[in-house]
């Protein structure tokens, strides 16, 4: 398992936009599955939507992406950088997603040359799909 603490350290991302709290399964350079825990505290709520809260689908992709930033830092240690959206494909969006749910955030590489990563992504709450996508993300070092 990977804590807060260690994503922190792996990732560029802070509060309020860091979106993943925690990884409960890890497989080099494979696959990886994190957790999301979404609070009425999140700072997009007061205007999306005041009477009915939603967590944004962009919101839920970029958490799938920040996860599998986790993988890539995680997989090659000794690379330190960013990772960059580089493109997003056939995302769909199943459930809304409200205050009290935890998403649990699954990645499976599709494909990994040089900094270039495909992941082919899949959010769910209670064990159900609410969003899914494949994301194209490129490591950058510094």
């Known amino acids: ?60 992709i970029e958490a799938l992406a920040q996860t599998g930033g986790v993988l890539a830092f995680k997989s090659f240690p000794e690379k330190k950088g960013l990772v960059f959206f580089t493109g997003i494909d056939d995302a769909r969006f199943r459930k809304p997603v409200i205050p009290g749910d935890q998403i649990k955030l699954v990645l499976e590489v599709i494909k990994h040359r040089r900094e270039i990563w495909v992941f082919e992504g899949k959010a769910y709450v209670d064990n159900e799909v609410v969003a899914e996508a494949r994301i194209m993300a490129m490591l950058k070092q510094e």
């Open 1 to 60: 398992m990977i804590d807060i603490n260690e994503i922190m350290q792996l990732m560029p991302h802070s509060y309020p936009f860091l979106l993943v709290d925690r990884i409960l399964e890890f497989e080099p350079a494979k696959r990886i599955v994190g957790i999301k825990n979404v609070t009425f505290n999140e700072p997009y709520f007061t205007g999306h939507f005041p009477q009915r809260p939603i967590m944004p689908g962009v919101l839920i």
